[in-house]
């Protein structure tokens, strides 16, 4: 049975020339900064971003912890929002790795906006930490797109009160893709950013960070303290090209899926959904039926092959990626209908 896997776009594998990119790649040892080929991606990925430099890392995961080790001092405070990656899904790296503080802001909207910045920025006082950090995402975790003028807004804001912008740009791509602008109209908005080859871009390792030349040299001195310093990196640096150059906009198709199948979920009784909330390539619904068995649904899901990442406070979440068609989709819906 194949599978129809809508969990994550994590879960995405590679494309044929992904493979053999991998299998012709001119590699070298990068710990030395001889390995051409991930010289290559980091120049790229600068570029695209228009920042001066770049580093290929591990995971987002690294890259965000990467940006506020290399920005923040031990006991220093930093502003995020309360459900960020950063926060929820990191493992508490920040306080093992950094020694920094969290100040979180909980808006129903997961934005931050500029009167956030200034009311959670500590002034001058010796009894308080400093904030020095300012961690923004774009796209958000709830699936969200945070406008261009609302990122202007806080980058100056943030400036005016001193504080550096690291942005969280795991899915940048995508958010670019649904304001329809430059990834680099995003990016300008932030001293660093973060965003992941691999996801909807389809690399199977690996994500970059970016920011000006004496950033990106703290961050790698930082990156080979935490065992992020990689041999014959290049093997997994090629895919990385062809995910810049080549997956960026097949965005568009995740995006339309998702929208396809927020629209088809819509026409279901007894779900709950709202389709002005499908902007990338998550689909957030709920299912409302009275004493409604999500376990058995979940496992009939299963059974008929599509995995899903399960019920939870939120509802369920289904992500389009390469790999999953408008047929997949069809599949789907006639699967949830007959459980219904």
Wanted: proline share 2%.
């Amino acid at each position: 049975m194949r599978l129809i896997d809508l969990r994550s776009d994590t879960v995405t594998l590679q494309p044929q020339s992904m493979r053999d990119a991998m299998y012709v790649a001119e590699v070298g040892d990068d710990v030395y900064e001889d390995d051409p080929t991930v010289r290559q991606l980091e120049s790229l990925a600068a570029s695209v971003l228009g920042k001066e430099a770049a580093a290929f890392v591990c995971s987002g995961t690294m890259g965000n912890q990467l940006a506020i080790m290399s920005q923040t001092s031990r006991g220093d405070q930093i502003i995020l929002g309360a459900n960020a990656h950063i926060v929820a899904h990191e493992v508490g790296a920040t306080a093992v790795l950094s020694g920094v503080n969290f100040k979180t802001v909980a808006n129903s909207s997961d934005w931050i906006y500029p009167d956030d910045i200034v009311k959670n920025t500590t002034p001058d006082d010796i009894h308080m930490p400093r904030t020095s950090l300012l961690c923004l995402e774009n796209a958000l975790a709830n699936g969200s797109v945070v406008s261009l003028y609302n990122m202007k807004k806080c980058y100056q804001t943030a400036k005016q009160l001193g504080l550096n912008i690291h942005l969280d740009g795991a899915r940048i791509f995508n958010a670019a893709h649904y304001l329809g602008c430059d990834v680099k109209e995003i990016a300008q908005y932030a001293d660093s950013v973060m965003f992941c080859l691999s996801k909807g871009l389809c690399a199977p390792v690996g994500s970059i960070l970016t920011g000006n030349m004496s950033f990106i040299k703290t961050v790698k001195r930082n990156r080979k303290m935490i065992g992020g310093g990689l041999r014959q990196a290049g093997y997994l640096a090629a895919c990385g090209i062809i995910a810049i150059n080549d997956m960026t906009e097949r965005l568009a198709e995740d995006h339309q899926n998702a929208q396809y199948l927020a629209l088809e979920l819509s026409k279901l009784e007894n779900i709950k959904i709202s389709l002005e909330s499908v902007q990338i390539n998550m689909v957030f619904f709920d299912i409302v039926k009275p004493d409604f068995d999500h376990s058995a649904f979940d496992s009939h899901l299963l059974e008929n092959g599509i995995k899903s990442g399960g019920y939870t406070s939120d509802g369920y979440r289904f992500v389009t990626h390469y790999g999953i068609t408008k047929e997949d989709i069809d599949t789907v819906i006639t699967v949830i209908k007959n459980f219904l």
